[in-house]
């Protein structure tokens, strides 16, 4: 099995390729600089590295690295910092989506490509009833407002969930929302819900990134998990706390 990896080098994206890796997976990686990355993975016999911005990428180089691919994994996120948060490009999460979306069905696969999103609790699926207080939308909405990146997160789930579809025949898609992300040494119990059991504003949860990492690739990997979170936006909780 052969996966491609964006957002590879970031907190997230490079636990979910050594979850990958560890399985025995080939993994393809777009990233800028393999700096942040564990000399282990990159020096990996099964890891290939393109050196470049994802959004940098001619369309024709894109269907390049899909093809061949059973599944593309984003972990895409916009750093923390002024520049990262209001500056360009204001829709990466979304505009990797679509574009990778489209490399995907532009490179004609025999079989229906996997695309595994990492997006948030704070964006909600708009295909359940998933009810949020009064509160909590206001503060959304501020976010909206005053937050570029969060949305990106839920126009790059939109993508999905509206443009793609649960029945695309191409293209299979499932959008995990990790509540509050920390950081922790090794995979832990967590728990996966079809919506948000508490308050992403107000009464957030933890989620450790290498459990998110596991998930994701779990998904990648067994087809059954597949089968049943395909076209959903699965929440997942450290299991302690959720």
């Not at 009810?131 to 407002?145: E, T």
């Not at 459990?211 to 395909?230: K, P, S, T």
Request: glycine share 8%.
């Amino acid at each position: 099995m052969t996966t491609l990896v964006v957002g590879a080098s970031g907190a997230t994206g490079r636990l979910l390729v050594e979850q990958l890796l560890q399985r025995g997976h080939a993994v393809r990686i777009i990233v800028r600089s393999t700096a942040g990355l564990p000399e282990a993975v990159v020096n990996h016999a099964k890891l290939s590295v393109i050196q470049a911005s994802v959004l940098d990428l001619g369309d024709a180089e894109l269907v390049q690295h899909v093809s061949g691919c059973d599944a593309v994994a984003s972990c895409l996120g916009h750093n923390l910092s002024f520049a990262g948060v209001f500056g360009p490009p204001h829709r990466l999460v979304t505009d990797a989506t679509r574009r990778l979306c489209q490399a995907i069905k532009a490179s004609r696969p025999e079989r229906p490509v996997k695309y595994v999103l990492m997006n948030t609790t704070g964006n909600r699926n708009r295909d359940l009833d998933e009810p949020i207080s009064l509160g909590q939308k206001i503060v959304i909405l501020l976010l909206r407002l005053l937050l570029p990146p969060h949305v990106d997160n839920e126009q790059a789930a939109e993508y999905l969930r509206t443009v793609i579809g649960p029945d695309d025949g191409v293209v299979e898609w499932v959008a995990v929302r990790p509540d509050d992300l920390i950081d922790q040494g090794e995979v832990s119990e967590y728990s996966v819900h079809p919506s948000p059991i508490r308050s992403a504003i107000f009464d957030s949860g933890k989620t450790s990134r290498i459990n998110v990492g596991h998930f994701m690739a779990e998904l990648i990997a067994d087809g059954d998990l597949w089968g049943e979170w395909r076209g959903r936006m699965p929440v997942i909780y450290n299991q302690e706390l959720g």
